[in-house]
């Protein structure tokens, strides 16, 4: 007796295998930090029957599957435009800065180099 055909035998085992490696890709996709989590993954599996035109009991399948994956977040940050005497600038805030703040460097101030093992030098 002939084996009947399944979504695990079909094409001789290769759609079964493309839905497994499509698998992996959502799976690795969902542990990703970077990746939305709140946004769906989806794995759209396609098969399509064509019967001869002369003999309609022989079917070409032709079958197809893909996932559609979480977006990376997109990268964000903060920055801050100034206006000064040397015109209009723009820069990324530093973690812990509070807006307006000024650093020694802002204004000018160098710190001594540090020599080997933490002593001036």
Do not use: W
């Not at 990746?35 to 759209?44: G, W």
Request: hydrophobic residues 35%; negative net charge; glycine residues 8%.
């Amino acid at each position: 007796m002939r084996e009947r055909l399944t979504l695990t035998n079909i094409c001789q085992g290769e759609l079964q295998d493309r839905v497994d490696r499509e698998l992996e890709k959502i799976v690795r996709n969902i542990m990703d930090p970077d990746m939305n989590p709140k946004k769906p993954r989806v794995l759209t599996m396609k098969i399509f029957f064509v019967p001869d035109e002369h003999y309609p009991a022989e079917v070409k399948i032709a079958a197809s599957v893909e996932s559609k994956l979480a977006p990376e977040k997109p990268a964000m940050t903060n920055i801050v435009i100034q206006n000064g005497a040397g015109g209009t600038t723009m820069r990324e805030f530093k973690d812990g800065e509070v807006m307006g703040q000024l650093d020694f460097e802002d204004i000018g101030f160098a710190l001594p180099d540090e020599g080997p093992e933490g002593q001036e030098g």
